[in-house]
């Protein structure tokens, strides 16, 4: 209404009214809409009368000039822009593969460069942003650089840094940021040819530009760019960096590829990475800067000669004396810089005292090389394919889990293995990739190592670099997380540094895996390779080279390259490439590997004297691992309540419980932890009741006729009082009090369905015949043990102390697809039976079955809650304990019994005396093989091992089983 009233107060509206009103036309009443419609229009004028002033012209549009190169690399579309994000940068390049961006960007600081090195930063980031996702820190920001972010930083700054030019030392910054990620191609490969095109694009001067591509195999057939989910399938990750005819970096990871086969993948990989060369070249001609001038920073001529007419001769007479060890041949070349400082500050020579430090390590740059080249002569004294001496060992502390020292001339490494529960697995934000770790190693390079003082920070890129190198080398060789469910991290400490620590720790770190139990197919070893070359200074070819095996930390600082190389005796696992000068010939790479792979196999070699196999899992300083799912009863009952109570049995356990996904895992570091905890929660939760398992319960209240048992997660049985001892009672109070704890066996149920439980079956009868201990209930393990190559039916290894040397502290599981199998003697079973007066003619058929060996392919899925033995069983009949594990059989044999030539795996009895023949000789022991195939073990006495021989037929007698039902045999004197 006040719109309307304001257009009636118009002049102008007036006479419009008037005409109306004389011509007698009464104005019509108008619709609600149109009333609605004549009050915005009205507000519309209202809104800029004539009297006021017009509105300022509308901004104009902003045209961005865009520059876009696309291509094809392999079966991937790859585009380069420019133009339209940070176009304040010195250069600034966005690439896209897929729905895949990455932004990398360029500047150079203007100073003088007045420095004697190049201060490249490379800083490459991947915010979370980029997948969708908010970080979970507290602040709900990015932190530090993450480890995978230092990684992928060194991949970009590898391949760049030879061919900036030497002289140019201002300072210059690379910064990589993934705009956007959709988890199938990693950015790492795509930001280091954006920054290569950004490089390109500013007036920074450099020798490029490069191509970088990633090259992988699956099933033989090479794929270049592959996905992520392609990567998880292949043998081989390889990174590949060059210009148009040198290579510049080499990154490896594979699964024991062959000599061969890398070389091929490196030739296929050449003309497939210099497809991002053209199209970089194009889009620097469109919108590229010129090239600035800068001020060198370079020796005179007249300097260097004068410093090297005074530093030569003393310089190569240190070279030339093999007998300097590192720090002593480093003190006598700084006795020698500072004579050489002396006389230059007589003659008052202040351009060459400037220069000094660079001039004389130049002069040792050009001894070193000559004396290589011309005479083949190497700074100790070795030959150039010769490895330094060595010195290994394993176990060096015992109450490590693993734990190795290798020694390779002065280098020296420590390396310790410490296993952790599933839980422990470390977890990764990046926005590609698993989402956690279980294998990790970190190498620590204290500044004591190099007889320095230096304060320690927070990551290192070296260091972070160098771990990650041994850790894809030893992760080729470790089993599948469904054999070995522990999370492993090894720590590498060098405790002294004369180069090639980083493969130090591959071998140190192999012979710590081996110690600590790991089953590692085999050792992996590790070598560094470098190159000494001349080159033409008017071409810049390389006209001679000698490629040198185990460099010095010296031959690293003054070489070409750094060629790292780790593998088995079967292929390679891991290698990294950094070079020098501006690129070197691929043909010298690939003739680089074998002197590489002579001098891994020399590596292997004393490595195995020292250790060939891992060791047993189940000394007291091996931590124990068990697992059990929860059945959905279970599961629905108790996962809250034992959620709440894991705290409380860690604490008065002493070991680790983590419950996931219905499954339970239990982390222990002897065995007697590992019962109690379990103990603990098989009470809290309960397991699956059979008849003639052994349970721990508490009397929770009593009659006259018996007393009421909890049990088992909370169930209640019936302990009838003809069931409380074997002697008559008269009263249950005399026998059991309220709260009381005690052991009891199931011994059936009534006609309701009630538990009936008995606590005299859990004890033998006095004077009885048969006087062993009870069969516990106790469910199988869920450990890994060392397994036994080539051996079909016997699955455990000869050196196991669970199964061979008779371990009291047997780890226990609770799991449901391992069933256990119980050996015992058709007399033991009705001698039992008998005595619970609970045999009846189909339970005695039943028990009196002979025992196969257990085979858990057979019965997986199948439940696992059979009867076990007790550990502390006795035998009467030969008055011997049995082992962890086994019952001894009460069957007495005659001594005139001949051994039988075989036996059927059904019909094996404990005593019966066999003909077997010798299959494999063990550390520990032999396996055995009977003619009919069945497969044994038998353990040496305490020194008592004699010359074996493989195919001798010995006479055995079947002494007991193992845990899973393996015959162990005693050998019989001829």
Same mark, same amino acid.
């Given at each position: 209404m006040a719109a309307m009233a304001a257009f009636l107060r118009r002049p102008k509206s007036i006479p419009l009214?008037?005409?109306?009103?004389?011509?007698?036309?009464? !104005?019509?009443?108008?619709?609600?809409?149109?009333?609605?419609?004549?009050?915005?229009?009205?507000?519309?004028?209202?809104?800029? &009368?004539?009297?006021?002033?017009?509105?300022? @012209?509308?901004?104009?549009?902003?045209?961005?000039?865009?520059?876009?190169?696309?291509?094809?690399?392999?079966?991937?579309?790859?585009?380069?822009?420019?133009?339209?994000?940070?176009?304040?940068? +010195?250069?600034?390049?966005?690439?896209?593969?897929?729905?895949? +961006?990455?932004?990398?960007?360029?500047?150079?600081?203007?100073?003088?460069?007045?420095?004697?090195?190049? !201060?490249?930063?490379?800083?490459?980031?991947?915010?979370? #942003?980029?997948?969708?996702?908010?970080?979970?820190?507290?602040?709900?920001?990015?932190?530090? !650089?993450?480890?995978?972010?230092?990684?992928?930083?060194?991949? =970009?700054?590898?391949? =760049?840094?030879?061919?900036?030019?030497?002289?140019?030392?201002?300072?210059?910054?690379?910064?990589?940021?993934?705009?956007?990620?959709?988890?199938?191609?990693? @950015?790492?490969?795509?930001?280091?040819?954006?920054?290569?095109?950004?490089?390109?694009?500013?007036?920074?001067?450099? +020798?490029?530009?490069?191509?970088?591509?990633?090259?992988?195999? =699956?099933?033989?057939?090479? =794929?270049? +760019?592959?996905?992520?989910?392609?990567?998880?399938?292949?043998?081989?990750?390889?990174? #590949?960096?060059?210009?148009?005819?040198?290579?510049?970096?080499?990154?490896?990871?594979?699964?024991?590829?062959?000599?061969?086969?890398?070389?091929?993948?490196?030739?296929?990989?050449?003309?497939?990475?210099?497809? #991002?060369?053209?199209?970089?070249?194009?889009?620097?001609?469109?919108?590229?800067?010129?090239?600035?001038?800068?001020?060198?920073?370079?020796?005179?001529?007249?300097?260097?000669?004068?410093?090297?007419?005074?530093?030569?001769? &003393?310089?190569?007479?240190?070279?030339?004396?093999?007998? #300097?060890?590192?720090?002593?041949?480093?003190?006598?070349?700084?006795?020698?810089?500072?004579?050489?400082?002396?006389?230059?500050?007589?003659?008052?020579?202040?351009?060459?005292?400037?220069?000094?430090?660079?001039?004389?390590?130049?002069?040792?740059?050009?001894?070193?090389?000559r004396r290589i080249i011309d005479k083949g002569l190497r700074v100790d004294g070795r030959k150039l394919d010769e490895v330094r001496p060595l010195y290994c060992e394993s176990g060096i502390y015992h109450m490590l889990h693993g734990s190795s020292l290798f020694s390779r001339g002065d280098t020296q490494v420590l390396c310790t293995v410490t296993l952790g529960a599933p839980g422990d697995a470390q977890r990764l934000d990046s926005i590609v990739g698993p989402p956690t770790k279980r294998f990790m190693l970190h190498y620590t390079f204290p500044p004591f190592s190099i007889n320095e003082v230096a304060k320690r920070g927070g990551l290192n890129r070296r260091e972070v670099g160098h771990g990650t190198l041994a850790e894809k080398a030893l992760l080729a060789v470790l089993p599948p997380e469904g054999d070995f469910p522990y999370t492993v991290r090894v720590n590498s400490e060098v405790m002294a540094s004369d180069g090639s620590t980083s493969m130090a720790t591959v071998c140190g770190g192999s012979m710590a895996l081996m110690d600590a139990g790991i089953p590692v197919r085999e050792h992996v070893a590790g070598v560094s390779v470098g190159l000494i070359s001349d080159v033409d200074p008017s071409t810049g070819n390389i006209t001679d080279y000698r490629i040198l095996t185990d460099i010095l930390g010296l031959e690293d600082h003054l070489g070409d390259m750094d060629f790292k190389i780790s593998g088995t005796r079967k292929g390679i696992t891991a290698i990294q490439l950094d070079i020098k000068p501006a690129g070197i010939p691929l043909d010298i790479i690939c003739e680089s590997l074998e002197p590489a792979r002579k001098g891994r196999i020399q590596i292997l070699n004393r490595m195995e004297e020292k250790i060939s196999a891992p060791r047993t899992m189940g000394d007291g300083s091996t931590p124990r691992l068990a697992t059990f799912k929860l059945n959905p009863e279970s599961l629905r009952r108790s996962i809250g309540f034992l959620n709440f109570q894991r705290k409380r049995i860690e604490q008065e356990t002493g070991a680790r419980v983590s419950v996931s996904d219905g499954t339970v895992t239990i982390v222990a570091k002897t065995g007697s932890i590992m019962e109690k905890a379990q103990e603990k929660i098989t009470f809290l939760i309960g397991r699956e009741i059979e008849v003639g398992g052994t349970y721990k319960g508490v009397v929770s209240s009593i009659k006259e006729y018996g007393a009421f048992i909890e049990f088992n997660g909370g169930q209640q049985g019936l302990l009838h009082i003809s069931e409380l001892t074997h002697e008559p009672v008269s009263k249950v109070s005399d026998v059991l009090s309220v709260g009381q704890e005690l052991s009891v066996m199931c011994i059936g149920q009534d006609l309701r369905g009630n538990m009936r439980l008995s606590l005299k079956a859990t004890s033998p009868k006095k004077g009885s015949v048969d006087n062993h201990d009870p069969i516990s209930a106790k469910q199988s393990v869920n450990v890994w043990a060392s397994p036994s190559e080539n051996v079909a039916t016997c699955t455990e290894n000869l050196e196991s102390t669970d199964v061979v040397q008779g371990e009291s502290n047997e780890i226990q599981s609770i799991t449901d697809s391992s069933p256990a199998v119980v050996i015992r003697s058709v007399a033991e079973c009705e001698a039992q039976e008998f005595a619970a007066g609970r045999v009846t003619q189909t339970t005695l058929r039943r028990l009196s079955r002979s025992p196969r060996p257990y085979d858990s392919s057979q019965d997986a899925g199948k439940s696992n809650l059979q009867n076990r033995q007790s550990k502390k069983e006795k035998n009467v009949s030969n008055g011997t304990k049995g082992k962890a594990g086994t019952i001894q059989g009460s069957v007495s044999h005659t001594g005139g019994e001949k051994p039988k030539p075989s036996v059927q795996a059904g019909s094996l009895k404990i005593g019966e005396k066999l003909i077997a023949k010798i299959c494999q000789i063990r550390a520990h022991g032999l396996v055995l093989e009977l003619s009919s195939g069945i497969r044994g073990m038998y353990k040496f006495e305490v020194n008592g091992k004699r010359d074996f021989e493989l195919g001798k037929e010995l006479q055995v007698r079947c002494s007991s089983f193992s845990i899973k039902g393996i015959p162990v045999f005693a050998l019989l004197e001829n």
């Open positions: 009214l008037a005409a109306t009103l004389s011509a007698g036309v009464r !104005p019509r009443r108008r619709s609600r809409t149109e009333f609605r419609s004549l009050c915005n229009a009205v507000t519309l004028d209202c809104a800029s &009368p004539a009297s006021e002033p017009a509105a300022g @012209p509308s901004p104009g549009r902003k045209v961005l000039e865009i520059f876009r190169e696309e291509f094809e690399v392999g079966s991937r579309t790859v585009s380069i822009e420019t133009g339209k994000i940070a176009r304040f940068a +010195n250069g600034a390049v966005v690439i896209a593969m897929d729905d895949t +961006n990455v932004l990398s960007t360029v500047a150079s600081a203007r100073g003088d460069g007045a420095r004697d090195f190049l !201060p490249l930063t490379v800083d490459y980031q991947e915010k979370q #942003y980029a997948q969708g996702v908010i970080p979970t820190t507290f602040m709900r920001r990015e932190g530090a !650089p993450k480890e995978r972010e230092l990684l992928c930083g060194r991949l =970009i700054d590898r391949p =760049i840094r030879p061919l900036f030019p030497h002289g140019f030392y201002h300072e210059v910054q690379v910064m990589a940021n993934v705009l956007s990620s959709d988890g199938k191609q990693d @950015p790492d490969v795509m930001a280091a040819n954006a920054t290569s095109a950004a490089i390109m694009l500013s007036d920074i001067p450099w +020798n490029g530009p490069i191509g970088v591509i990633r090259v992988g195999r =699956i099933d033989g057939k090479f =794929i270049f +760019n592959p996905t992520m989910d392609e990567l998880s399938l292949s043998d081989l990750n390889l990174v #590949y960096a060059c210009t148009k005819d040198r290579t510049l970096m080499i990154d490896v990871q594979a699964r024991e590829i062959t000599e061969n086969d890398l070389q091929a993948g490196l030739k296929l990989a050449h003309p497939e990475a210099i497809k #991002y060369i053209d199209p970089q070249i194009r889009l620097a001609e469109k919108a590229g800067k010129k090239k600035r001038e800068y001020k060198l920073s370079m020796i005179s001529d007249s300097a260097l000669e004068k410093i090297r007419s005074i530093a030569e001769a &003393p310089i190569e007479a240190v070279f030339t004396d093999s007998s #300097y060890g590192k720090f002593e041949r480093g003190e006598a070349l700084d006795l020698i810089t500072q004579t050489v400082k002396a006389k230059l500050e007589e003659d008052c020579d202040e351009d060459s005292l400037k220069v000094l430090p660079k001039a004389v390590d130049m002069v040792r740059k050009q001894i070193i090389r």
